[in-house]
């Protein structure tokens, strides 16, 4: 017997399915899912919550939490959990993609693949989409876990993927990146190659899209800006030292922070560095949140920084007793993050004094979800927590 919560969320996935089929028909153009900084109230499905991955979440966020539940696997988590309708999905050490009961979490069913799985899973269209150490991209079924297609690159993948409709909106192509130095455009729904995009070195992080426009770091020290249409480069950008982190597209600026310790705004029109931020001598390995005219980033300085949008001006640092890896998510005046000292931090984005913590014991590196009040992270202890608002 299938359990309500199945039915109502295969019910939801035959309807971005639907949506999908309509789309190609070109009948479609008014339920096109909305591009948005965003991420919405009810999901994240997708590595900081949406394409353009700012890290910001809509609706309420509370003062105090409660531990739901937690979910075990038989490795340390340095996946970032996604979250659509009832499921969460997530990718472990052990090799496996999980998907997890929201309400409960309980196991709904896995699928194992070849190496471990750092990078986070993607949503789009009743698949998950998710990439392995193996050097493979896996897209499966969001339902049952079976496998759709799989599309190889020569090294492995630890940034998420993302998605992108190129052909008059007729298509939805994924675009990940590996440790092949090559960016790959793969078709959604037969994972047959579309372009390959080279670099000269390895591309660590997620891709970031807005408006038909790709924009990640590498360990080439450039960050590059690409026509998703057709693969063509469109922008190198000189930064300075490799990126670990994923940019965030907000307007025509992309904010990214680099080895060299530099948080830097780099306005995509000009080709050029607008601005950068550097307090201390340590990297910056979390990727940005970019809210309305703040910013808050991690650094390996063990400190939470906060700057002003438009400038970079410092405005304040929490200090934590770990480097902070992990990317932290913008949410109703709060900035949620995890820490390697093993703390999961909420704080206020207005002045940066803590709001709540809770002790997980091991390091966090995984990036949180947060969505329709709840906070879900995983951490080096390979379990999945969930955390939701005091009643």
């Not at 109502?8 to 899912?33: K, S």
């Not at 590595?47 to 509370?62: D, Y």
């Not at 090799?95 to 196991?107: Q, T």
Request: proline share 3%; aromatic share 8%.
């Amino acid at each position: 017997m299938k359990s309500i919560a199945h039915v109502r969320f295969t019910l939801q996935c035959a309807i971005w399915l639907a949506v999908a089929v309509l789309a190609q028909t070109g009948a479609a153009q008014t339920t096109r899912p909305a591009k948005r900084d965003t991420a919405p109230a009810t999901d994240w499905p997708i590595f900081r919550g949406n394409q353009a991955l700012t890290g910001v979440a809509a609706g309420k966020l509370a003062e105090k939490f409660e531990l739901r539940w937690t979910f075990v696997t038989d490795g340390p988590i340095r996946s970032s959990p996604i979250v659509f309708g009832d499921r969460v999905w997530i990718g472990s050490d052990d090799g496996h993609v999980y998907a997890v009961d929201r309400g409960s979490g309980d196991k709904v069913w896995s699928y194992r693949t070849e190496g471990p799985v750092e990078a986070p899973p993607t949503f789009i269209n009743g698949l998950v989409v998710a990439g392995s150490t193996d050097g493979t991209l896996y897209a499966l079924d969001a339902a049952t876990g079976g496998l759709r297609w799989k599309y190889a690159t020569d090294d492995k993948i630890v940034g998420a993927a993302n998605w992108a409709r190129i052909a008059d909106g007729n298509r939805i192509c994924i675009l990940v990146g590996s440790y092949d130095n090559r960016l790959h455009c793969v078709d959604a729904s037969s994972g047959e190659p579309l372009w390959r995009y080279a670099t000269d070195n390895f591309i660590n992080g997620g891709v970031a899209v807005k408006n038909g426009t790709a924009v990640f770091g590498g360990c080439d020290g450039l960050l590059h800006v690409v026509r998703v249409a057709d693969g063509s480069a469109l922008a190198k950008v000189e930064i300075g030292s490799y990126v670990a982190a994923s940019a965030a597209m907000v307007d025509d600026m992309a904010v990214v922070g680099h080895y060299d310790h530099k948080l830097l705004s780099v306005n995509l029109g000009a080709g050029s560095v607008a601005w950068d931020y550097q307090d201390r001598a340590f990297a910056f390995f979390s990727s940005a949140a970019v809210g309305r005219d703040r910013i808050a980033v991690g650094s390996r300085d063990k400190r939470l920084h906060c700057v002003q949008r438009d400038s970079g001006r410092p405005l304040w640092t929490f200090q934590t007793r770990g480097r902070v890896d992990s990317s932290p998510v913008i949410c109703d005046g709060k900035v949620v993050v995890g820490s390697d000292d093993g703390r999961l931090y909420v704080v206020r984005l207005a002045d940066g004094s803590e709001v709540w913590s809770h002790q997980i014991g091991e390091a966090i590196v995984a990036s949180p979800a947060v969505v329709g009040g709840m906070i879900i992270i995983g951490a080096e202890d390979g379990r999945l927590y969930a955390f939701s608002g005091e009643s």
